[in-house]
């Protein structure tokens, strides 16, 4: 066996099968979680429906619920879906640590910390996301129906429905991730706290142009409801930049200057 380098140094070709081990295992944790999505569809599908079911009752409407017409292979196709998307979800710890774990190698040991730092914060941010919308769905899709004439029915293509709540999900897991990101680019001085702090109007215009896009329908409700939280992350991530600062200027008193223009005096 090929010992490995301290340094985390190897030739392309260890780097090629180091890459295919880690992409297997990521694809390997993947499959089995889609397996268990396949066992349990029938429970995850009557959730996935449940808001529906539940427009249904209190509207006081026969006909809310999804359509599976639009071809002979769609039950087959929404079973598969709702099966792989249960395996990214349920692999997520296994295969973002792969991502590290490729990565981790050519860092140093004290950028190794902080990255292992990045990953216990990441995972429970993700699913933290995915919780709120697993959360905010029913309210969203109750809100959306309801513009829907007192006379009329409301069979939803199941496809459509099926991918207006994944993405959903998906969205609110991806934009959980800001704040690791933001005291990442922190951490590598690319954005200091001072800047953040300046800059929170653009913040808060980008944070709500990413929630109209993220959010597959045209309601203001899904787009207010990804922003508002995210944005208190935004300010969690100063909090958590500013403490990492001050800890760095406690260490090296040089550190408060560095954030100061070239014409700026720096403090005595």
């Avoid at 769609?74 to 709702?82: A, C, D, E, H, Y």
């Avoid at 979800?89 to 910390?113: H, T």
């Avoid at 697993?134 to 029915?153: E, Y």
Wanted: net charge positive; proline share 6%; hydrophobic share 55%.
């Amino acid at each position: 066996m090929a010992r490995r380098d301290p340094e985390g140094r190897m030739p392309l070709a260890q780097h090629l099968r180091e890459l295919r081990n880690r992409l297997f295992l990521a694809i390997l944790g993947v499959i089995a979680g889609a397996v268990v999505g396949w066992i349990f569809y029938d429970e995850l599908i009557d959730l996935l429906i449940e808001p529906l079911r539940n427009v249904r009752d209190s509207a006081g409407r026969e006909i809310v619920n999804i359509n599976f017409g639009a071809s002979i292979t769609q039950p087959f196709s929404v079973q598969l879906k709702v099966s792989i998307f249960v395996g990214i979800v349920l692999s997520s710890p296994l295969w973002i640590w792969q991502v590290w774990a490729f990565l981790m190698p050519g860092l140093k040991k004290k950028e190794r910390r902080i990255a292992l730092a990045y990953f216990f914060a990441g995972v429970p941010l993700f699913l933290a996301g995915a919780a709120l919308a697993a959360w905010a769905i029913p309210r969203t899709v109750a809100i959306l129906l309801s513009f829907t004439p007192d006379d009329a029915a409301n069979l939803q293509d199941a496809m459509t429905y099926l991918n207006f709540v994944l993405y959903f999900i998906l969205a609110f897991g991806l934009a959980f991730l800001m704040p690791v990101a933001l005291v990442a680019l922190n951490q590598l001085r690319i954005l200091s706290v001072r800047m953040m702090i300046k800059g929170w109007r653009v913040a808060l215009m980008i944070i709500l142009v990413f929630a109209a896009f993220a959010t597959p329908d045209p309601s203001a409700w899904t787009m207010i409801a990804l922003a508002i939280p995210v944005y208190i992350l935004y300010w969690g991530a100063i909090g958590v930049s500013a403490l990492l600062e001050r800890g760095r200027r406690k260490r090296d008193p040089t550190e408060r200057w560095k954030d100061l223009s070239p014409d700026e005096a720096s403090p005595l």
